[in-house]
């Protein structure tokens, strides 16, 4: 269609032409957009006629319906995991894993180095200075092979940090343990809001 090579599609039925529903309204509307023709047998849409556009503009509002549906019924989970449960979800960071019922706990070898990377940086140290010492200690970080002073950075930046979970507007400030203080985490996000060391 987009090279020219077809004036259009015709289908047997609808839910042989795409796996969802919105799917099919997706490609409908593309096909629209290049004033290709698309026709589905079974069910008759064929925007050609009046009844075709009516099955056609139809489908488009359930197909919109639908979506708002799923789109809150996952609002919905996640406030349920959030702010009721205290699950974040999300990998979880450096310096947690997950529990049996998917909620950060502390892990033992790693959050200790979390800790240590705080109170160096609240004693002035600089994040690759910090990120030296976890290299020099074989530390590793969960997605490389090194530590860098950018990976540190964006550490300290995590509210995680704190015991809390958030996603948007939805939170829970004591979902797992903190690993750190708000006052210390605070502190830290200054500094490194004004200093780029």
Do not use: C
């Not at 015709?10 to 593309?30: C, H, M, N």
């Amino acid at each position: 269609v987009e090279r020219g090579q077809t004036e259009g599609v015709v289908v047997a039925k609808l839910d042989r032409f795409a796996r969802s529903l919105p799917g099919a309204l997706e490609a409908i509307k593309f096909l629209d957009g290049h004033s290709a023709v698309f026709v589905s047998v079974a069910e008759g849409v064929d925007p050609s006629t009046s009844a075709g556009k009516m099955m056609r503009n139809l489908l488009l509002v359930l197909a919109e319906f639908e979506l708002d549906r799923i789109r809150d019924n996952w609002h919905a989970t996640l406030s349920n995991a959030i702010v009721e449960r205290g699950i974040q979800p999300t990998v979880a960071p450096f310096g947690y894993r997950k529990d049996n019922h998917k909620r950060f706990v502390s892990d033992p070898v790693e959050a200790p180095f979390v800790r240590e990377i705080f109170r160096r940086r609240l004693a002035g140290q600089t994040w690759e200075s910090i990120a030296r010492w976890l290299n020099d200690e074989g530390i590793k970080p969960r997605q490389a092979d090194f530590w860098n002073g950018n990976t540190i950075k964006q550490l300290s930046r995590r509210e995680v940090y704190t015991g809390v979970a958030a996603k948007g507007k939805l939170r829970n400030e004591k979902a797992h343990e903190a690993l750190i203080s708000k006052a210390d985490f605070l502190i830290v996000r200054e500094v490194f809001a004004k200093t780029g060391d």
